[in-house]
């Protein structure tokens, strides 16, 4: 008998990520699992790489933000609702618990479950489940994704995560060029200007190009800032999530700010170095089947000596690593 379930988790980039692995569990412990995910329409290719996900369901949370009572935003809540009510989940999981989470809840049909009190970010999301889970709060992300899951569901997972984007990655040639995100949203994020030509110096030295991604023109034109008078690099255009992904499955190296795309890049098993500045990477390290390394700490960044060691151990890893991923265990 198929069992459905709907999980609403609809952003952040790096946190639809940190997502995947407990998806996969989900698919391997549950017979017949049909998954349909809620998301911010802005994310939406993150849950369609999964295998498996049925359904994608948009909201624009952020869109209608700006305009809550325009006609087209009441609009699109209505559609939204009536797409909700009209089915039958066996299992509503929401894996946020946020208020903006609860409000696509309380539109669903179906056992409600969720963190309790203690384990939610917003407490007060929790006396709107029919289920109430205890995950310990002060954890990697993705452990407690797949330990609220597993309580769900009554399984104990096991082994290291399976993020299930084995359509980037199976097979895939590695290319010789790192992939580098430099800039973030927060200038207090931002790493010094002299750390990232000294990083750059090292990555020319192995003979890898450079490729720098940006989401809007304020960053392309500090990117383009950073790489100017070099050879062999350049600030990529602005493209689709999808397309970055198959960038990043064929990069040597990637090495970035603590960014939703750094730990995608971890996801997708390339070596990656991620550099904490004004964030903790307790609650949110690197995790990926290749080399990761989570470097700093809020209000204390690392020394570009620290991130050129863990260039070269990066690079020895994927030199010593074959030259096309290898495919992942089936998860079903």
Do not use: C
């Not at 639809?16 to 692995?21: E, F, S």
């Not at 359509?167 to 994020?189: C, H, L, N, W």
């Not at 040597?252 to 903790?280: C, E, F, N, Q």
């Amino acid at each position: 008998m198929t069992t459905k379930i709907l999980i609403v988790r609809s952003s952040s980039l790096g946190d639809l990520v940190h997502m995947l692995p407990a998806v996969s569990d989900i698919a391997r412990h549950v017979p017949q699992a049909q998954i349909d995910w809620v998301v911010e329409e802005s994310f939406a290719e993150i849950p369609s790489w999964h295998p498996a996900i049925h359904e994608v369901i948009t909201v624009a949370h952020r869109r209608w933000r700006k305009s809550w009572w325009s006609r087209q935003s009441r609009k699109e809540r209505a559609i939204l609702r009536e797409t909700l009510r009209s089915r039958h989940y066996d299992i509503v999981l929401d894996m946020q618990a946020l208020m903006k989470s609860i409000w696509v809840v309380r539109q669903t049909r179906g056992t409600r479950h969720g963190l309790d009190r203690k384990s939610a970010r917003e407490p007060l999301a929790s006396l709107f489940y029919d289920v109430k889970h205890t995950v310990k709060f002060w954890q990697p992300a993705i452990i407690r994704q797949r330990e609220l899951a597993a309580s769900v569901f009554g399984y104990q997972y096991e082994g290291t995560p399976d993020f299930g984007l084995q359509a980037f990655t199976d097979g895939q040639a590695i290319e010789p060029y790192a992939v580098i995100m430099p800039s973030a949203s927060r200038a207090d994020k931002l790493w010094p200007s002299e750390d990232w030509q000294a990083v750059f110096d090292r990555l020319q030295e192995r003979e890898l190009s450079l490729k720098l991604l940006a989401g809007n023109e304020a960053e392309a034109a500090r990117g383009r800032a950073l790489i100017a008078g070099r050879q062999n690099a350049e600030v990529l255009p602005r493209m689709s999530l999808t397309d970055i992904a198959h960038v990043l499955a064929r990069a040597r190296i990637m090495v970035g700010l603590d960014s939703g795309l750094t730990h995608l890049s971890a996801g997708l098993g390339r070596p990656t170095i991620g550099i904490y500045k004004a964030s903790t990477p307790v609650r949110t390290p690197l995790q990926g089947p290749a080399y990761t390394a989570s470097l700093g700490e809020r209000g204390n960044a690392p020394s570009a000596q620290t991130v050129l060691s863990a260039i070269d151990q990066a690079l020895e890893y994927s030199r010593a690593a074959p030259s096309t991923v290898q495919p992942a265990d089936d998860p079903g």
